[in-house]
Protein backbone atom coordinates (compact mmCIF):
# COMPACT_ATOMS: atom_id res chain seq x y z
CA UNK A 1 0.00 0.00 0.00
CA UNK A 2 1.17 3.56 -1.16
CA UNK A 3 -0.07 6.59 0.24
CA UNK A 4 0.74 9.80 -1.90
CA UNK A 5 0.05 13.05 0.15
CA UNK A 6 0.81 16.95 -0.52
CA UNK A 7 -0.70 20.12 -1.93
CA UNK A 8 -2.16 20.53 -5.55
CA UNK A 9 0.18 21.19 -8.18
CA UNK A 10 2.73 18.56 -7.27
CA UNK A 11 1.84 15.86 -9.68
CA UNK A 12 0.66 13.63 -7.33
CA UNK A 13 -2.10 12.55 -9.70
CA UNK A 14 0.06 11.81 -12.90
CA UNK A 15 2.28 9.99 -10.55
CA UNK A 16 0.27 8.20 -8.29
CA UNK A 17 -2.05 6.74 -11.85
CA UNK A 18 1.10 5.60 -13.24
CA UNK A 19 2.96 4.15 -10.12
CA UNK A 20 -0.13 2.44 -9.49
CA UNK A 21 -0.16 0.73 -13.07
CA UNK A 22 3.88 0.17 -12.46
CA UNK A 23 2.76 -1.67 -9.25
CA UNK A 24 -0.21 -3.62 -10.89
CA UNK A 25 -2.36 -2.39 -7.66
CA UNK A 26 -5.73 -0.16 -7.77
CA UNK A 27 -5.79 3.27 -7.44
CA UNK A 28 -7.77 5.86 -4.78
CA UNK A 29 -7.89 9.59 -5.41
CA UNK A 30 -9.54 10.88 -2.13
CA UNK A 31 -9.66 14.32 -3.50
CA UNK A 32 -12.35 13.32 -5.84
CA UNK A 33 -14.05 12.25 -3.01
CA UNK A 34 -14.10 15.72 -1.02
CA UNK A 35 -14.83 17.20 -5.01
CA UNK A 36 -18.38 14.78 -5.03
CA UNK A 37 -19.70 15.80 -1.48
CA UNK A 38 -18.64 19.53 -2.82
CA UNK A 39 -20.51 19.40 -6.30
CA UNK A 40 -23.74 17.45 -4.33
CA UNK A 41 -23.25 20.79 -1.51
CA UNK A 42 -23.61 23.30 -4.56
CA UNK A 43 -26.32 21.37 -6.22
CA UNK A 44 -28.79 21.13 -3.27
CA UNK A 45 -27.82 24.99 -2.86
CA UNK A 46 -26.36 24.89 0.41
CA UNK A 47 -23.86 27.59 1.79
CA UNK A 48 -20.47 25.42 1.97
CA UNK A 49 -19.40 27.57 4.57
CA UNK A 50 -22.51 26.04 7.27
CA UNK A 51 -21.19 22.61 8.74
CA UNK A 52 -24.15 21.23 9.57
CA UNK A 53 -26.29 21.95 5.80
CA UNK A 54 -22.83 20.49 4.36
CA UNK A 55 -23.06 17.34 7.12
CA UNK A 56 -26.61 16.82 5.79
CA UNK A 57 -25.54 16.59 2.25
CA UNK A 58 -22.55 14.51 2.70
CA UNK A 59 -25.40 12.06 4.88
CA UNK A 60 -27.26 11.71 2.10
CA UNK A 61 -24.98 11.72 -1.06
CA UNK A 62 -24.27 8.65 -2.96
CA UNK A 63 -20.87 8.60 -3.53
CA UNK A 64 -19.12 6.31 -6.42
CA UNK A 65 -15.10 6.05 -7.00
CA UNK A 66 -13.52 3.62 -9.44
CA UNK A 67 -10.34 2.56 -8.58
CA UNK A 68 -8.57 2.08 -12.00
CA UNK A 69 -5.77 3.54 -12.46
CA UNK A 70 -5.86 3.80 -16.17
CA UNK A 71 -9.50 4.95 -15.87
CA UNK A 72 -10.95 6.29 -12.67
CA UNK A 73 -14.02 7.62 -12.65
CA UNK A 74 -16.48 9.58 -10.20
CA UNK A 75 -20.08 9.01 -9.65
CA UNK A 76 -22.79 11.44 -7.98
CA UNK A 77 -26.50 9.04 -6.83
CA UNK A 78 -25.43 6.99 -10.13
CA UNK A 79 -24.21 10.06 -12.54
CA UNK A 80 -20.82 10.12 -14.02
CA UNK A 81 -19.57 13.73 -12.59
CA UNK A 82 -15.86 12.95 -13.71
CA UNK A 83 -15.88 16.96 -15.18
CA UNK A 84 -18.22 18.63 -12.63
CA UNK A 85 -15.58 18.32 -9.99
CA UNK A 86 -12.93 19.73 -11.73
CA UNK A 87 -14.63 23.21 -12.62
CA UNK A 88 -13.74 26.28 -10.93
CA UNK A 89 -16.78 26.61 -8.57
CA UNK A 90 -16.16 23.13 -6.93
CA UNK A 91 -12.48 23.77 -6.68
CA UNK A 92 -13.24 26.93 -4.88
CA UNK A 93 -15.82 25.77 -2.48
CA UNK A 94 -14.13 22.09 -1.68
CA UNK A 95 -11.42 23.54 1.20
CA UNK A 96 -14.37 25.06 2.99
CA UNK A 97 -16.46 21.52 3.05
CA UNK A 98 -12.93 19.43 2.86
CA UNK A 99 -13.12 21.09 6.77
CA UNK A 100 -16.14 19.44 7.92
CA UNK A 101 -15.41 16.85 10.55
CA UNK A 102 -18.37 15.12 9.92
CA UNK A 103 -17.58 14.70 6.20
CA UNK A 104 -14.30 13.56 7.03
CA UNK A 105 -15.39 10.85 9.21
CA UNK A 106 -17.62 9.81 6.61
CA UNK A 107 -15.44 10.04 3.76
CA UNK A 108 -12.26 8.55 5.86
CA UNK A 109 -14.60 5.54 6.53
CA UNK A 110 -15.92 4.93 2.83
CA UNK A 111 -11.78 5.32 2.08
CA UNK A 112 -10.68 2.55 4.51
CA UNK A 113 -13.69 0.60 2.97
CA UNK A 114 -12.66 0.96 -0.50
CA UNK A 115 -8.56 0.29 0.27
CA UNK A 116 -9.72 -2.95 2.22
CA UNK A 117 -11.56 -4.36 -0.80
CA UNK A 118 -9.04 -3.14 -3.90
CA UNK A 119 -6.08 -4.51 -1.47
CA UNK A 120 -7.89 -8.16 -0.67
CA UNK A 121 -8.80 -8.34 -4.71
CA UNK A 122 -5.91 -7.19 -6.57
CA UNK A 123 -3.20 -7.12 -3.62
CA UNK A 124 -2.31 -3.36 -3.39
CA UNK A 125 -3.41 0.37 -3.78
CA UNK A 126 -2.11 3.56 -4.39
CA UNK A 127 -3.30 6.37 -2.58
CA UNK A 128 -3.40 10.08 -3.19
CA UNK A 129 -4.57 12.83 -1.21
CA UNK A 130 -3.58 14.92 2.12
CA UNK A 131 -4.11 12.84 4.97
CA UNK A 132 -3.90 9.24 4.26
CA UNK A 133 -0.36 8.84 5.60
CA UNK A 134 -1.24 10.93 8.65
CA UNK A 135 -5.26 9.48 9.21
CA UNK A 136 -6.26 7.27 7.08
CA UNK A 137 -3.88 4.61 6.48
CA UNK A 138 -0.68 5.44 8.74
CA UNK A 139 0.41 1.72 8.56
CA UNK A 140 1.10 2.14 4.61
CA UNK A 141 4.27 0.12 3.60
CA UNK A 142 5.44 3.58 1.40
CA UNK A 143 4.53 7.06 2.57
CA UNK A 144 5.44 9.89 0.55
CA UNK A 145 4.73 13.39 0.92
CA UNK A 146 5.28 15.36 -2.48
CA UNK A 147 6.10 19.05 -2.72
CA UNK A 148 6.96 22.02 -4.93
CA UNK A 149 7.38 25.75 -4.76
CA UNK A 150 4.26 27.45 -5.06
CA UNK A 151 5.42 29.07 -8.10
CA UNK A 152 5.85 25.82 -9.86
CA UNK A 153 2.77 24.32 -8.80
CA UNK A 154 0.58 27.38 -10.18
CA UNK A 155 2.15 27.45 -13.32
CA UNK A 156 1.73 24.12 -13.30
CA UNK A 157 -2.02 24.21 -12.17
CA UNK A 158 -2.23 26.67 -15.43
CA UNK A 159 -0.83 24.47 -18.01
CA UNK A 160 -3.36 21.60 -16.82
CA UNK A 161 -6.24 23.76 -16.78
CA UNK A 162 -5.17 25.06 -20.53
CA UNK A 163 -4.91 21.66 -21.56
CA UNK A 164 -8.51 21.18 -20.44
CA UNK A 165 -9.81 23.93 -22.34
CA UNK A 166 -10.02 26.07 -18.95
CA UNK A 167 -8.33 29.36 -19.41
CA UNK A 168 -6.71 30.40 -16.03
CA UNK A 169 -3.75 32.81 -15.61
CA UNK A 170 -0.68 32.28 -13.72
CA UNK A 171 -1.30 34.68 -11.44
CA UNK A 172 -4.97 33.32 -11.30
CA UNK A 173 -3.75 30.04 -10.51
CA UNK A 174 -1.29 31.17 -7.99
CA UNK A 175 -3.79 32.94 -5.89
CA UNK A 176 -5.99 29.29 -6.10
CA UNK A 177 -3.15 27.75 -5.03
CA UNK A 178 -1.99 29.55 -2.01
CA UNK A 179 -5.83 30.30 -1.31
CA UNK A 180 -6.11 26.31 -0.97
CA UNK A 181 -3.11 25.84 0.69
CA UNK A 182 -3.97 28.27 3.40
CA UNK A 183 -7.33 26.73 3.91
CA UNK A 184 -5.86 22.94 3.91
CA UNK A 185 -2.69 23.59 6.36
CA UNK A 186 -4.91 25.34 8.53
CA UNK A 187 -8.32 23.39 9.23
CA UNK A 188 -8.87 21.67 12.30
CA UNK A 189 -9.61 18.38 11.12
CA UNK A 190 -6.82 16.76 9.79
CA UNK A 191 -4.54 19.77 8.00
CA UNK A 192 -2.38 18.94 5.45
CA UNK A 193 0.71 17.80 6.47
CA UNK A 194 3.59 15.30 6.32
CA UNK A 195 3.52 12.25 8.29
CA UNK A 196 6.66 12.08 10.30
CA UNK A 197 7.71 9.08 8.56
CA UNK A 198 6.83 10.20 4.96
CA UNK A 199 9.74 10.30 2.43
CA UNK A 200 8.95 13.63 1.28
CA UNK A 201 10.14 14.53 -2.52
CA UNK A 202 10.51 18.37 -3.76
CA UNK A 203 9.16 17.72 -7.44
CA UNK A 204 9.89 21.62 -8.38
CA UNK A 205 13.04 20.68 -10.33
CA UNK A 206 11.78 17.25 -11.49
CA UNK A 207 10.14 16.22 -15.10
CA UNK A 208 7.21 13.76 -14.03
CA UNK A 209 8.94 10.95 -15.19
CA UNK A 210 11.94 11.50 -12.66
CA UNK A 211 9.88 11.67 -10.21
CA UNK A 212 8.06 8.56 -10.72
CA UNK A 213 11.70 6.76 -11.24
CA UNK A 214 12.23 8.30 -7.95
CA UNK A 215 9.25 6.51 -6.17
CA UNK A 216 9.64 3.00 -8.07
CA UNK A 217 12.67 2.85 -6.25
CA UNK A 218 11.43 3.19 -3.00
CA UNK A 219 8.65 1.01 -4.10
CA UNK A 220 10.98 -1.73 -5.20
CA UNK A 221 13.40 -1.18 -1.82
CA UNK A 222 10.31 -1.68 0.30
CA UNK A 223 9.39 -4.87 -1.61
CA UNK A 224 6.30 -3.38 -3.52
CA UNK A 225 7.47 -3.89 -7.19
CA UNK A 226 7.20 -8.20 -6.62
CA UNK A 227 5.20 -9.78 -9.07
CA UNK A 228 4.44 -6.21 -10.85
CA UNK A 229 6.65 -4.53 -13.61
CA UNK A 230 10.12 -5.07 -12.29
CA UNK A 231 11.14 -5.02 -15.94
CA UNK A 232 9.87 -1.91 -17.17
CA UNK A 233 11.01 0.04 -13.79
O1 LIG B 1 -6.39 16.63 -4.77
P1 LIG B 1 -7.52 17.59 -5.10
O2 LIG B 1 -7.05 18.95 -5.49
O3 LIG B 1 -8.51 17.04 -6.06
O4 LIG B 1 -8.30 17.76 -3.69
C1 LIG B 1 -9.40 18.61 -3.56
C2 LIG B 1 -9.52 19.14 -2.15
O5 LIG B 1 -9.93 18.10 -1.26
C3 LIG B 1 -8.26 19.75 -1.55
O6 LIG B 1 -8.32 21.16 -1.58
C4 LIG B 1 -8.26 19.29 -0.11
C5 LIG B 1 -9.29 18.23 -0.02
N1 LIG B 1 -8.76 16.91 0.33
C6 LIG B 1 -8.68 16.59 1.66
O7 LIG B 1 -9.01 17.43 2.50
N2 LIG B 1 -8.25 15.36 2.05
C7 LIG B 1 -7.87 14.45 1.14
N3 LIG B 1 -7.46 13.25 1.54
C8 LIG B 1 -7.93 14.76 -0.24
C9 LIG B 1 -8.36 16.01 -0.62
Redesign the pocket.
Known amino acids: MVAL ?1 GP ?1 GTG ?2 TVARTLATRLNSGYL ?7 IVTLAVLRAGVDPADPAAVAAVADTARLGVGTSPERPSALLDGEDVGTGIRLADV ?1 GA ?2 AV ?2 VPRV ?1 EL ?1 VAE ?1 RRIIADVVAEVGGIVV ?5 GTV ?1 VPDAELKVYLTASAEIRAARRSAQDSAAGREVTVAAARASVDR ?1 DR ?2 STRAA ?1 P ?1 RAAGDAVEVDTSELSIDQVIVALSELASRRGLLRGAAESTS
Open positions: DSKTDTGSMYRTVSSSRLQEGRDIVRLDSL
